[in-house]
């Protein structure tokens, strides 16, 4: 039994009996009796008594409901959960306002998802070089007059109008330009530089350095028609002949006449076909058939045989 309640039953039994000798005491006051020495002595023994076990009583019953009462050391020093502040008339006038919109139709969904444009990240590696003085001020394969002092450059298969970034692998400049030529029809070349693009990633001086070509935009390079050139021709006559050579086993074949600096070329190009890496597997099996060396190049629109350049 707890020692809380024991010092109650203690306190209680006691009680009893001083309950008795009390009334007895006050029977003898009520009745004008005399009280003798000795119950008045017990009287006085047994109040100290009765006040000496309610302290006790007291102070164990504090102590019983203290350690009752008494939380963790981890709950100490948490302050009780903040109760929600009510909102100011004002701020809630405020946030009502923000949200009145009008609200939007609902937009029907669609059966098909549009095609998702093809994301950047074509590259490839290659040596560079650039043009300038000769070609100043002549059309360019897109129809707009080249001008070196502009950052543009010529491709082979690139879409005009097509950004790219060109990065000199020697030295890790680079610069951004914008596809309106075509070229350059050297194979061990990827692209042509302007003089202001070259001058920005230090070619000029060395006049081929190797470069990084990326394509800046969500365009498709590789998606198009493609043609093959196998050779560029002085003499047109040549050009006919290995032509008429050609065409028992390839067709379309096109002559493209070609105004450069140097005089007028006449190049013989094979093939229209659909999509770059197709139009390379076919110009592989012109080398390997014919001894050719062939450049992939694009066939660009209002044109039969590849641009002007």
Known sequence: MPGGLRGIRHLHEASGALKNQWESVFA???SRKRVSHRQLKFLSHSSLFLLGALGALCVLCVNSSGCASRKPI???GQPPPAQPSSTPPETADA???????PEAPATPKRSKSAPARTPTGYTEEGNASWYGAPFHGRHASNGEIYDMYKLT?????LPFETMVRVTNLNNGKS???RITDRGPFVDNRVIDLSLAAARQVDAVGAGVVPVRVEVLGGVDPTAGLFTVQIGAFRDRANAEHLRERLSASYSPIYIQQYDSPDG???RLRVGRISGEDAAHQFGEQLRDREGFTPLVTRLDEGSSAGGNR
Do not use: I, N, P, Q
């Open 264 to 266: 007028v070329f006449y």
């Open 175 to 177: 610069t951004v330009v």
């Open 153 to 157: 450059a010529a491709h082979r298969t």
């Open 74 to 76: 981890a709950d100490r």
């Open 95 to 101: 946030a009502k306002r923000s949200a009145d919109v």
């Open 28 to 30: 003898g006051l009520d």
